[in-house]
């Protein structure tokens, strides 16, 4: 693989762990998260909705979760890279 790309690869999922862990903390700290639709054509008022921590904890736990999940596995992909054919299970 050329290693410019491979380069590219990790500061993509660098920028990606750092944005997603940014916003698992300061949702931890608001007692709020910001839950954003990745559908493209809905742009609705229910594509962006706010899970507060008292009144809706499971939504805002299942949110925090996956945003920090998210980080940790950006994380590892910029640590690991990209290696295509390398994992033979």
Do not use: H
């Amino acid at each position: 693989m050329n290693p410019s790309l491979d380069l590219l690869y990790r500061l993509a999922a660098f920028g990606v762990s750092i944005y997603c862990g940014r916003k698992a903390w300061y949702g931890y700290v608001e007692r709020k998260i910001l839950f954003v639709s990745d559908d493209w054509w809905d742009w609705s008022r229910w594509s962006r909705q706010e899970f507060y921590r008292d009144p809706m904890p499971i939504r805002y736990w299942a949110q925090m979760a996956g945003t920090a999940f998210a980080s940790l596995v950006s994380l590892l992909g910029a640590i690991i890279g990209w290696q295509p054919g390398q994992l033979n299970f």
